[in-house]
Each structure stands twice: as structure tokens, then as C-alpha cells.
């Protein structure tokens, strides 16, 4: 289907153009674990890499590898795993390609349990600086000799700060360093990595891929653009063909074959025919976030709105040059005096929940809840206040999600 350009049209299509027997429209779902070879030595030749094949559901099934295929293509890499959930595979990412004395600089507005995950990896002799990655300053200020990668979130949760993307893509280029994108808040619909020189893309599927939050899922892309052959971690048995596929062979064999960070064949397929309808659920949930932005930064009872779309964000031109639109993410400050807990609680449309990216909207408090593990010191170093709140837009018809809070806030 090479006449279709267009980021749905070719996710639509994805299923039926590979192949499978009896023509399906979705790939069908294969619950086998072990996978079986008339011939012994075509068994051995999977195992080796000499030939490509299933082994076990543990590192993939034709499901799965369905699924990867697609996202590949949407971020227009060259290779996917899949994972059980986002946490998984960013951690896939850490623990298969960084080692006791590395370096790993990160941003400092990190979503909190990816934060809790780094300080894990410090107690296992990884080095890590927190820096301000909406500046390269503050990125190229903390090389160090033994630095190895670069990890940012394109859309920062919950404060929406957005990195300087392109200028770190073109330093970490520069230097030989890997950079690694957390592409979740904004999916590869709104923005490919990619172009910014990314080399390694990670999605929570779990996200706007699925869209209905009825099953987790993660994935690592490698866009092809770093040359593995240049990095010291690569195992010896790994370097094999295509120089651009070692660090994903790497990733899978010591993340899904050990770790056994496994996806099954049963969400993959949930991932994907919600993947179909991303760019429709985006469109609208992303019209209604940027409505609700406008409609609080002008209400008395509101401090202050966390949303790009806005422009009186900090990074909102950065914004406008990188993505498709601005995210169906945003924080808002209730003024000095009011109760999150009572603005919430009275809004019916809204539901009190974490998650991201599904189809209703969802909304909670973060000081008490995703960040109140961290303390109230660290809270402050990242601007997370007791009177915030974060959203997650859905794709409610746009007038009674205004209504909702508009009322809301009022009766406040």
C-alpha cells in the first residue's frame, strides 16, 4: 500500500498488508508460548540468529511482532520491542545498555515514578544528574567523561515543561551520547523524535496507542540513527548483521528473555485496533484541552495554567515549532484558599483517577497523590504545589466539559 501517505491510513491498513494465512483484518491474537520446527537445525537457526522465527512468547509472538511493525512504522524506525507496560520499558532501555559507572544525565521534571526508577538505578552504581532540559545549556553543562545517554520526556507531567529537543539531539549527535525520548505525552501522531536526532524512542502504550485505558502496555523504537558500532556495551554474540539492529537485540535478549518484561498477545491486540483511531482521538481530546486552558486561565479562581498551547507558556514557541498541536495534558493552580478535594468532587463529567490518554476525562491532585512519595522539598524544586491539578482531557463533546468546570469553579 505505497500510495498511502497519511499517519491513519497506514495504521488502518497495517494488519491486513502483513500477511497473515486467510487474510485477516486484524492480526489475529496467538496464545501459543512455545513455537515448534519440523527440522531441528531450523530450530537451532532461530536460537542463533541465522534465521528469523518465533522461539518464545517471552520475546515475541506473531502478535506482538504485529504490533511492533506498526509502531516502527509510525515512528518511522527501524525496529520495536514491545513491553508489559511503559515503566517496563524504559527500564528495559537503563538496565540493558547502561552499567556501573555511567553516567546518565535526565531531566529534572521527570513524571515521579520514572524518577523513583532512576534513584533505583543510583543504588545500582549508575551516575545521574538532573538538569533543566528545556535549556541545552543546562544539558552540556553536566557531561562528564564517563556520560553515556541523555533521557528526556518531550512534554513534561505534570508541569508541562518542554525540552529543547532539537538543540539537545544536535549536542548529543555532537558528542557520541545516546538520546533516549520518552515520546508518551505526545505520541508519534503529534511528534517523531526522529527528527530531532533521537536515538532511541520510548512509548507507554498503555496511552494514546490503546486510548480506552483497558490494558498496559510499553515500546522502544530505535530510529536507526546512532552507530551501535561505536558503543562500548554492546555484547560480542550481539554484533551480528545490521550494525542498527544490536542495541535492539541487546534490549530484547536482556530484557524480555531475562527480565521478562513480557507483552502479551492478548493486549497487543488491544494496542492495535485502538492505535487505528489515535489521530481522531487526539484531534478532539487536544481541541478540548487547549478550550479548558483558555477557559481556566481566565477564571478568578485559578492561579495559574500549565498548558503549551497557551502563550504565555514558557516554551510555548518551542511548542509550536515541534509538535502537531499542544497535548492533552494540563495542570491548573486553584487560587490561594481552595480545596482541590471540593472542586473535584463536584465535578460529574470529570473522574478522580491516574491515567493518561484515555477517552473520558481524568483529573486528581498531585501534591497528595502520584508526588506525595517525593516530599514536600522536592515538590517545591519542581513547582508542584498542594493546589495543583492534573488533567487528562477526553473526548467529551467540547461544550459540556466546559460547562462542568466553568460550574464547578463557580460553586467553589
Not at 512468547?57 to 511482532?65: D, K, L, M, V, Y
Not at 540493558?96 to 534513584?119: C, V
Not at 515543561?161 to 549527535?173: F, K, N, R, Y
Not at 527480565?259 to 494496542?271: P, T, V
Request: net charge negative; proline share 3%.
Amino acid at each position: 500500500m505505497s500510495q498511502a501517505k497519511g499517519f491513519t491510513s497506514r495504521i488502518v491498513h497495517h494488519d491486513r498488508l502483513q500477511g497473515f494465512t486467510d487474510g485477516p483484518v486484524h492480526a489475529p491474537v496467538y496464545n501459543s508460548v512455545p513455537y515448534g520446527y519440523q527440522s531441528t537445525q531450523d530450530l537451532v537457526d532461530v536460537f542463533q540468529g541465522v534465521a528469523t522465527g518465533q522461539v518464545y512468547a517471552r520475546q515475541a509472538t506473531p502478535t506482538t511482532e504485529s504490533l511492533q511493525s506498526m509502531i516502527t512504522q509510525a515512528e518511522q524506525g527501524v525496529g520495536t520491542l514491545v513491553f508489559a507496560t511503559g515503566m517496563a520499558a524504559i527500564s528495559a532501555v537503563f538496565f540493558s545498555m547502561l552499567k556501573a559507572g555511567d553516567h546518565l544525565i535526565t531531566s529534572q521534571y521527570l513524571f515521579g515514578n520514572t524518577h523513583s526508577l532512576i534513584k533505583t538505578m543510583e543504588g545500582f552504581g549508575i551516575e545521574v544528574s538532573f538538569v533543566d532540559t528545556t535549556d541545552v545549556a543546562a544539558v552540556a553543562a553536566a557531561k562528564q567523561e564517563n556520560t553515556r545517554m541523555v533521557y528526556t520526556e518531550t512534554i513534561a507531567n505534570p508541569g508541562t515543561q518542554v525540552a529543547d529537543l532539537a538543540a539537545i539531539g544536535d549536542w548529543c549527535e555532537s558528542q557520541g551520547i545516546v538520546y533516549f525520548v520518552d515520546n508518551t505525552i505526545t505520541s508519534p501522531y503529534l511528534f517523531r523524535p526522529k527528527a530531532v536526532k533521537a536515538s532511541l524512542v520510548m512509548n507507554s502504550l498503555s496511552k494514546y496507542f490503546c486510548g480506552h485505558g483497558t490494558v498496559l502496555g510499553g515500546s522502544v523504537t530505535d530510529t536507526g540513527l546512532f552507530n551501535w558500532e561505536t558503543y562500548p556495551h554492546i555484547f560480542a554474540g550481539y554484533k551480528k548483521g545490521d550494525p542498527k539492529k544490536w542495541a535492539l537485540t541487546q534490549i530484547k535478549k536482556k530484557s524480555l528473555r531475562d527480565m521478562g518484561a513480557s507483552l502479551s498477545s492478548d493486549a497487543a491486540f488491544q494496542i492495535a485496533v485502538g492505535a487505528e483511531t489515535m489521530a481522531l482521538r487526539m484531534d478532539r481530546s487536544n481541541s478540548n484541552a487547549l478550550a479548558l486552558a483558555e477557559l481556566l486561565a481566565a477564571h478568578p479562581k485559578v492561579a495559574r495554567v500549565y498548558y503549551p498551547g497557551l502563550a504565555a507558556h514558557p516554551q510555548h514557541q518551542t511548542a509550536t515549532e515541534l509538535f502537531k498541536s499542544y497535548g492533552s495534558i494540563l495542570s491548573f493552580d486553584l487560587a490561594e484558599g481552595f480545596d482541590c478535594a471540593a472542586l473535584l468532587d463536584d465535578i460529574d463529567l470529570i473522574i478522580n483517577a491516574t491515567h493518561l490518554g484515555d477517552n473520558r476525562t481524568l483529573a486528581l491532585p498531585m501534591a497528595s497523590t502520584i508526588f506525595f512519595e517525593m516530599g514536600a522539598e522536592n515538590r517545591a524544586k519542581l513547582g508542584i504545589g498542594d493546589r495543583m491539578i492534573r488533567c487528562s482531557i477526553g473526548i467529551e463533546d467540547t461544550d459540556d466539559l466546559l460547562t462542568a468546570f466553568s460550574e464547578a469553579l463557580d460553586r467553589l
